[in-house]
């Protein structure tokens, strides 16, 4: 597992204003919606104000995000989930999806968490997403961070 040294969870303060877009894609339904909660609860305990967007696929959260970010939002928490297939569609999916999320934050200079499950099979994702019997719950992670940075962003331009 991935989860070895991970930051312990501490409260957020001044999260309150932090607009947030979570953008999700539809594949993998049972991990994805995992990952939904996960980011709520996290957005939720922290006080955030946020929204839910779905995508058809994890391809087209980086157009998403960068909408979102056109719009208003001051964070977005990007959550997909690809698995590996016989195909090279994997990685190029993965590259793209990756690459195309970096981008936006960059551009846009502010952040997207990362909750994109790259995975070797549905049993990882089913481990990653927060569900009862999880070990990691990658979507709280990604909208933590996500807010975090924000509030992070906000100190270094004031």
Same mark, same amino acid.
């Given at each position: 597992?991935?989860?070895?040294?991970?930051?312990?969870?501490?409260?957020?303060?001044?999260?309150?204003?932090?607009?947030?877009?979570?953008?999700?894609?539809?594949?993998?339904?049972?991990?994805?919606?995992?990952?939904?909660?996960?980011?709520?609860?996290?957005?939720?305990?922290?006080?955030?104000?946020?929204?839910?967007?779905?995508? =058809? %696929? &994890?391809? !087209?959260?980086?157009? #998403?995000?960068? +909408?979102?970010? /056109?719009?208003?939002?001051?964070? @977005?928490?990007?959550?997909?989930?690809?698995?590996?297939?016989?195909?090279?569609?994997?990685?190029?999916?993965?590259?793209?999806?990756?690459?195309?999320?970096?981008?936006?934050?960059?551009?846009?200079?502010?952040?997207?968490?990362?909750?994109?499950?790259?995975?070797?099979?549905?049993?990882?994702?089913?481990?990653?997403?927060?569900? =009862? %019997? &999880?070990? !990691?719950?990658?979507? #709280?992670?990604? +909208?933590?961070? /996500?807010?975090?940075?924000?509030? @992070?962003?906000?100190?270094?331009?004031?």
């Amino acid at each position: 597992m991935s989860g070895k040294g991970a930051p312990e969870a501490r409260t957020i303060d001044g999260a309150a204003d932090v607009r947030v877009v979570v953008v999700a894609g539809t594949w993998h339904e049972r991990i994805t919606d995992g990952l939904i909660a996960g980011a709520a609860r996290a957005l939720d305990a922290a006080g955030a104000d946020w929204s839910l967007v779905r995508v =058809p %696929g &994890s391809f !087209e959260l980086a157009v #998403a995000a960068q +909408a979102a970010f /056109a719009g208003g939002a001051d964070a @977005v928490v990007a959550l997909g989930v690809i698995v590996r297939g016989g195909t090279p569609h994997f990685e190029y999916v993965s590259a793209a999806a990756t690459d195309g999320l970096t981008r936006v934050a960059l551009d846009a200079g502010r952040p997207v968490g990362f909750g994109l499950l790259t995975l070797d099979d549905e049993q990882q994702g089913l481990d990653r997403a927060g569900l =009862p %019997g &999880s070990k !990691e719950d990658k979507g #709280a992670e990604a +909208a933590d961070a /996500a807010v975090r940075t924000a509030l @992070v962003l906000r100190t270094l331009r004031a």
